[in-house]
């Protein structure tokens, strides 16, 4: 079964503003990465946390997680129409090895 | 730029035809991975390999099979094609290393109708 529920499940925004996307899981992991995918492509890796690192900056993404909570937030500044797209986190777990286990994405919008 | 390739973008299948998805990298990675995507489910893990010969099950094995032949290729296979794989299928590669890392480099996409 899929771990990692993501919220919210579509989000729509006017450019110019934050998009915030959060992340849950339910067992420990080693890593914990996002991904964007635009409409009918392929995903593209984003970011890569590690489980002793709290946050992650990438240009105008910043990341967080939160391993007593045992979750993440994408947190996107000064969104573009370009960053609309959907938005998955991909959990390592630490008994999965090379195995992601993937949300099931947040559908970003941003309104010109 | 490194690449992986899916061989066919959009495929139409009839119903028990046998249907082979092709997917190779350049990038010298040991792992590969087929995943399928489904609108409210997310990707779901199908098969993946860690090196040529080997596989292991995925959370959703039933009604495939893969084969990995050569380390830059691998194909997956439905031996009976059912209406209930349509779907989007991904696949993906990563190098095998450290726990720590793991970023998967995936392809376009196949998108798969069963009629």
């Known amino acids: 079964s899929q771990q990692g529920e993501e919220d919210p499940q579509a989000l729509s925004i006017q450019e110019g503003e934050n998009a915030t996307m959060n992340c849950s899981y339910k067992?420990?992991?080693?890593?914990l990465q996002w991904y964007r995918q635009n409409s009918g492509r392929g995903l593209v890796h984003l970011i890569l946390?590690?489980?002793?690192?709290r946050e992650k900056h990438s240009g105008r993404l910043r990341v967080t997680l939160d391993t007593s909570k045992k979750s993440s937030s994408l947190l996107i500044t000064a969104s573009r129409a370009a960053d609309t797209a959907s938005y998955f986190c991909?959990?390592?777990?630490?008994?999965?090895?090379?195995?992601?286990?993937f949300g099931e994405g947040t559908q970003l919008t941003v309104n010109p | 730029d490194v690449k992986v390739t899916q061989s066919s973008r959009y495929l139409v299948k009839r119903t028990g035809e046998k249907v082979f998805l092709e997917c190779v990298q350049d990038?010298?990675?040991?792992?590969m991975f087929w995943y399928r995507q489904d609108p409210g489910l997310g990707l779901r893990l199908i098969y993946f390999s860690y090196d040529v010969k080997m596989k292991e099950k995925g959370d959703i094995p039933e009604g495939y099979s893969v084969s990995r032949e050569k380390k830059e290729r691998f194909s997956l296979i439905l031996e009976s094609a059912s209406t209930n794989q349509t779907s989007m299928y991904l696949c993906?590669?990563?190098?095998?290393?450290?726990?720590?890392?793991?970023?998967?480099?995936f392809g376009e996409g196949s998108r798969l109708t069963v009629l």
């Open positions: 067992t420990s992991i080693n890593n």
């Open positions: 990038m010298d990675h040991e792992n």
């Open positions: 946390i590690r489980s002793n690192e």
């Open positions: 993906a590669s990563s190098l095998w290393g450290q726990p720590n890392t793991g970023e998967l480099f």
């Open positions: 991909a959990k390592r777990r630490e008994t999965s090895g090379s195995r992601l286990t």
